[in-house]
């Protein structure tokens, strides 16, 4: 596969990383950007061959986007892939090389950057870009792009059950005192929400949902059967799978979402289709955001600060 010319610019890479949420978000924003100016995405997973990662972070993309475009481990895009602007060695050998290209650094997260949809010019993409502004253009597109498929038979027995329902709510608790994800630097920054964020947006469905059934979602459901013990019409989603989407599916066809300061729970309410859907999440994303105003979510989902 062919992806230079002779004056040595770049195909348009997304230098992606995170967790499956977070590789949504990145994904959407380049795919937006390059419909707009005619360009191909190609994905970098450079970072997911480092040890630090996690199972729970591996590179899911391909396993979920059709079509998708990995870059190739040729020796000439291993090339190209190690050209990351934002390491010293990657700027080196864009500097020793005459690299025409620039990539486009997020400068802030959680907030749009217009900027980068007005310059053509732009061979890759850094960032989280965590905002739907960025993806609100090919919106639909993003929504048949994705397929959540469902293979777990415990994942399959709850979609039934949701699906035979018609006043679903999914309820997602993460809890950051889990040793893999609830380092330090991750409390700081996603923040932690009582169990009073979570009894405001439940008496919120109450009021305008007839007779919902609640499904908690979480990666201690142990932790989670002991927090929300006295919620009523509660069923708690524990299943043994080995695909890092089926709880974003099975919460995406719930009727409405309560979320939690989470990218993968934030996509879960996304791709739900239903258009009289109720969309709840805490307004302090985080402590790096607490009292600020950001562009994370969409218009019209409700916040509760709490």
């Given at each position: 596969?062919?992806?230079?010319n002779k ?16 590789q ?6 380049a795919?937006a950007?390059?419909k ?5 995405v190609y ?5 997911y ?7 729970n972070?591996?590179?899911?993309l ?9 870059l190739?481990k ?17 700027r ?10 620039t ?7 959680f ?12 061979d890759?993409l ?17 929504g ?18 949701i699906?035979s ?8 608790y ?18 932690e929400?009582?169990?009073n ?9 109450n009021?305008?949902?007839?007779n ?8 201690d ?25 089926e ?18 729970s ?21 402590e ?19």
């Amino acid at each position: 596969m062919n992806l230079y010319n002779k004056h040595k610019e770049l195909p348009f890479i997304l230098y992606i990383t995170g967790g499956i949420g977070n590789q949504l978000f990145q994904f959407a924003t380049a795919y937006a950007y390059a419909k707009m100016h005619k360009k191909k995405v190609y994905i970098n997973i450079d970072n997911y061959s480092w040890a630090r990662w996690s199972e729970n972070l591996g590179f899911d993309l391909d396993k979920i986007i059709s079509p998708l475009y990995v870059l190739p481990k040729s020796k000439w895009t291993i090339f190209v892939s190690k050209s990351n602007p934002n390491n010293l060695i990657g700027r080196i050998i864009r500097k020793l090389f005459w690299m025409k290209g620039t990539v486009f650094i997020e400068k802030q997260n959680f907030f749009y950057e217009k900027s980068l949809f007005l310059n053509d010019s732009w061979d890759g993409l850094l960032g989280y870009f965590q905002s739907p502004f960025y993806f609100e253009s090919v919106r639909e597109e993003i929504g048949t792009m994705i397929k959540l498929k469902i293979y777990s038979q415990g994942a399959i027995n709850y979609k039934n059950k949701i699906t035979s329902l018609k006043s679903a709510v999914a309820i997602h608790y993460r809890d950051y005192s889990d040793p893999i994800t609830g380092s330090e630097k991750t409390k700081i920054y996603h923040g932690e929400h009582s169990l009073n964020y979570y009894k405001k947006a439940i008496d919120i469905v109450n009021k305008k949902v007839n007779n919902p059934i609640f499904f908690i979602f979480s990666n201690d459901i142990n932790s989670a059967k002991l927090k929300f013990s006295e919620i009523k019409d509660v069923n708690f989603i524990d299943y043994q799978s080995k695909f890092n989407w089926e709880d974003m599916a099975l919460m995406s066809i719930c009727e409405h979402n309560i979320i939690c300061n989470s990218s993968y729970s934030w996509w879960a309410a996304y791709l739900n289709t239903n258009p009289q859907k109720i969309v709840i999440a805490p307004e302090n994303w985080g402590e790096l955001l607490k009292g600020k105003d950001n562009d994370l979510f969409p218009k019209e989902w409700l916040l509760i600060n709490a």
